[in-house]
């Protein structure tokens, strides 16, 4: 079955850190730029970071930039999510999301969703 | 970055309406607008991508059109499945933005 599963969210106090992971099967996990996107709750979506199939390209929305780090492990078909002096505003569900592969779907298009983790960053 | 604004953001309509979402880029995007169906504690799910073309498995009642700056969804038939919030979403430059979504209500 091709899916993604998130794990690793959970509650951390304002300053602290978390690391969410991701596991992919049932497609060519390397093939795929990989996405985070989050949701706080009762609001919309935000890109947060993106990561290219031989991590060799990695980019991240300004709110993030310098407290997250987006990592992936192809022989594990994993990818990860590092966050660092996390605040309040980073409480929200944290989705993996699949890039299109640019042949029908063009890139930064999310074509495929994990049912998301949520963390809270709360005292 | 591009800002994408929706409207409405809410609507209350009935099984078997038309419904049209509408989605303006801040900026020229060509057709790279995609739109996502998402239900309460659900994760998103994609209905169109490049502006027009529909994504495997998604029903026919679900159209895209628009080019440039200015884009809509329409259901032909609203379902009771369809109930959901729908979002567009930018694919032309980083950072991806999205719109801030429209809920779809039982009227």
């Known amino acids: 079955e091709v899916q993604l599963v998130e794990s690793g969210g959970g509650l951390v106090k304002p300053g602290g850190s978390l690391r969410v992971s991701c596991v992919a099967s049932?497609?060519?996990?390397?093939?795929?730029?990989m996405n985070w996107v989050r949701q706080a709750p009762g609001k919309g979506l935000e890109w947060v970071s993106s990561?290219?199939?031989?991590?060799?390209?990695?980019y991240y929305a300004d709110s993030v930039k310098g407290r997250f780090t987006i990592s992936r492990d192809n022989a594990q078909n994993s990818l990860y999510l590092q966050m660092n002096s996390l605040r309040g505003e980073d409480s929200a569900v944290y989705y993996c999301a699949r890039d299109g592969d640019s042949k029908v779907i063009p890139e930064g298009t999310f074509d495929m969703w994990g049912q998301g983790t949520m963390v809270t960053v709360s005292s | 970055d591009i800002q994408m604004t929706q409207s409405p953001s809410s609507l209350s309509a009935s099984v078997g309406d038309r419904v049209s979402i509408t989605c303006r880029a801040s900026?020229?995007?060509?057709?790279?607008l995609n739109w996502y169906q998402q239900k309460p504690g659900k994760a998103p799910k994609l209905l169109i991508y490049?502006?027009?073309s529909l994504q495997s498995g998604v029903p026919s009642r679900f159209s895209g059109s628009g080019s440039g700056t200015d884009f809509t969804l329409t259901i032909s038939s609203l379902q009771p499945e369809d109930f959901a919030t729908y979002y567009c979403?930018?694919?032309?430059?980083?950072?991806?933005?999205f719109g801030h979504g429209t809920k779809v209500e039982i009227k």
């Open positions: 049932g497609f060519t996990f390397s093939y795929y730029n």
């Open positions: 490049a502006a027009s």
């Open positions: 990561i290219s199939g031989s991590s060799n390209y990695i």
């Open positions: 900026q020229t995007i060509s057709r790279y």
């Open positions: 979403q930018q694919s032309f430059s980083a950072p991806r933005t």
